[in-house]
């Protein structure tokens, strides 16, 4: 089923049978573009995905801007692409098509009285800026597989990186990895104390038992633990040739262990072992160095990740700091139980 929109269609990329071959096959493909993602989003938040391209429902799917509409009364109607996810490239074949599509979101934006559209883009080769305003700037961090895991293993930060996995090594820390409900309890456990740490609510359970069930083995948890006691644990996406490092959590107690550099050094060699060519470390606010830092000491490279949104009128960064401070100011006075009952109840809202 698609819907025409002068010069180009909507189709719905959870029912249209060329969807995954479309992902799979494009180079720009990512586990934010899967049906696996798409529906965790659905069954989670009730996001409805809706993509947009220029081939015919006859035709055989060459191209597509991707989006979820989120639908608040709160923060209003919108088109975003993707709610909750680091980054959804514009898979397209040349810039005039990505110009073809934005005309065929707007047209619909306008239909649906959407307060806005929003993308989230590394692609430095499209022009964006001619059809949308930047919000935000993000870092992007990935390192690159193909190469032997003595040479990864040599381009590691030696104290920050490469003592830390010896200590975990020397202390004997277990290791776990799969996807069943006791490992998914000691993760979200871990991920409870690092959101409280932030001062900001976690993803309700319900995402990652979502996420586990939509996605299947290309989730992994990994859990490293001391004497049965969990002290540091990761969630990874996979699709294609990459792998995608999404949530991770820590018992602050236990730091000086090496849990974390432990588990990433797992996952780069699991990766690894399933012929992936990239580990996709994530987007990283700007305002928080020691996270960029710590990416950077695994030798992945550093890029910008940008927000745009249009029309422009909506491109107000000054406005978004402004809510996103006054939330941590609430945030930062709620216990625990509260924090994590705002995060079932406001995530759906966020987008």
């Known amino acids: 089923m698609s819907t025409t929109l002068g010069g180009g269609y909507a189709i719905d990329p959870l029912h249209d049978s060329r969807w995954p071959d479309f992902v799979d096959r494009h180079p720009k ?17 009730g996001y409805d995905p809706v993509a947009f391209t220029t081939s015919a429902h006859s035709e055989k799917l060459t191209n597509a801007l991707l989006f979820c509409v989120v639908r608040s009364r709160i923060t209003g109607n919108r088109l975003v692409s993707l709610p909750l996810s680091d980054h959804c490239e514009p898979l397209v074949e040349q810039p005039e098509q990505f110009t073809i599509l934005s005309s065929c979101v707007e047209k619909m934006r306008n239909q649906e009285r959407w307060k806005y559209v929003e993308l989230r883009s590394a692609d430095s080769l499209l022009n964006v800026g001619e059809n949308f305003s930047k919000v935000t700037t993000y870092c992007l961090h990935r390192l690159d597989l193909r190469q032997g895991l003595d040479r990864l293993y040599q381009g590691f930060h030696k104290n920050c990186i490469q003592r830390k996995i010896s200590r975990a090594q020397r202390e004997e820390l277990s290791y776990q990895a799969g996807r069943s409900g006791d490992l998914l309890h000691q993760f979200y456990g871990l991920l409870q104390l690092t959101r409280s740490r932030h001062h900001l609510p976690p993803p309700p359970i319900e995402w990652f038992r979502n996420l586990v069930f939509c996605l299947g083995e290309n989730v992994c948890i990994r859990i490293a633990s001391k004497a049965g006691q969990p002290v540091a644990g990761i969630l ?18 236990f730091n000086n262990l090496g849990g974390t550099a432990m588990l990433f050094w797992e996952a780069i060699k699991d990766a690894k072992q399933a012929a992936a060519e990239i580990f996709d470390w994530g987007r990283s606010d700007l305002d928080n160095p020691g996270l960029i830092a710590f990416k950077g000491r695994w030798s992945a490279e550093r890029s910008t990740l940008s927000t745009w949104r249009a029309p422009l009128e909506t491109a107000s960064r000054c406005r978004d700091d402004l809510k996103i401070r006054c939330a941590k100011e609430v945030f930062a006075r709620m216990p625990n ?3 994590t009952l705002a995060g079932r109840l406001l995530y759906r809202h966020i987008g």
């Open 337 to 339: 139980s509260l924090l």
């Open 29 to 45: 493909g990512s586990v934010f573009h899967t049906r696996g993602w798409l529906r965790a989003l659905q069954e989670t938040y």
């Open 236 to 253: 990874t996406l996979r699709h294609g040739k990459s792998m995608v490092y999404k949530y991770g959590g820590s018992d602050t107690r």
